[in-house]
């Protein structure tokens, strides 16, 4: 990533295969509890030029391809109240935007959307959450008291909650992943969305 973590080295390099465009809804591959982001600028600089404090994106990321491209992003939860418009057609500016940008190799990121995205842009695009009343509904209140992540598995939005060391799925149904938690969590999710435990 850029000056928020440090990532751990596998040893070899990891090739950078994945090519994003902007609006491209991506996620952390290093991050064990990723949030949503979004593609916002492609700049022709590579991560060994690319500048994060004293070092570089690639000097962060030792692991992937440091000539790669960087993929610079913005996490949507922050791009939904700074640029609630943003479509992907133009890259946005980093000087114009006021909120944490961070620079990826792009072997690090995840492309949510991976199977046509070009045709799928506009779902691409959505948040995660998009259309689905209840999901967002309930992720605000368990954020009242847990961080919740959110992504999107088959078209529709899974909540994502750890508890006591376990993560929990929730899925836009209502179900939840096996564990000491499910039953009230189920219970918390049917008042949402009307699924059974």
């Given amino acids: ?13 990891l090739p950078d295969t994945n090519s994003f465009e902007l609006g491209d809804t991506v996620l ?8 949503t982001a979004t593609v916002i600028n492609c700049p022709p600089v590579s991560c060994d030029a690319w500048d ?10 030792p692991a992937y391809d440091a000539e790669a491209d960087v993929i ?3 996490f949507d939860d922050d791009l939904a109240e700074a640029k609630p418009d943003y479509d992907g057609t133009d890259p946005i500016p980093l000087a114009e935007v006021d909120i ?6 792009p072997g690090r990121l995840v492309n949510v ?9 506009h779902r691409a695009n959505a948040s995660p959450l998009e259309g689905f009343d209840g999901v967002r509904e309930l992720k605000e209140r368990l954020e009242e008291t847990s961080d919740v992540g959110v992504h999107r598995e088959d078209g529709e939005p899974v909540l994502t909650i750890t508890k006591a060391g376990r993560e929990y799925r929730i899925r836009s149904d209502g179900s939840v992943s096996d564990g000491p938690f499910q039953s009230k969590l189920a219970d918390v999710a049917a008042e949402f969305l009307g699924g059974d435990d």
């Fill in 72 to 74: 610079v992003v913005a």
């Fill in 52 to 61: 994060v404090g004293e070092e570089t994106v690639a000097d962060h990321n």
């Fill in 113 to 121: 959307e991976a199977s046509g995205r070009e045709c799928d842009s």
């Fill in 1 to 13: 990533m850029s000056s928020q973590a440090q990532p751990g080295s596998d040893g070899g390099r």
């Fill in 100 to 105: 944490p940008t961070y620079a990826f190799p």
């Fill in 28 to 35: 952390d591959r290093e991050d064990d509890d990723p949030n």
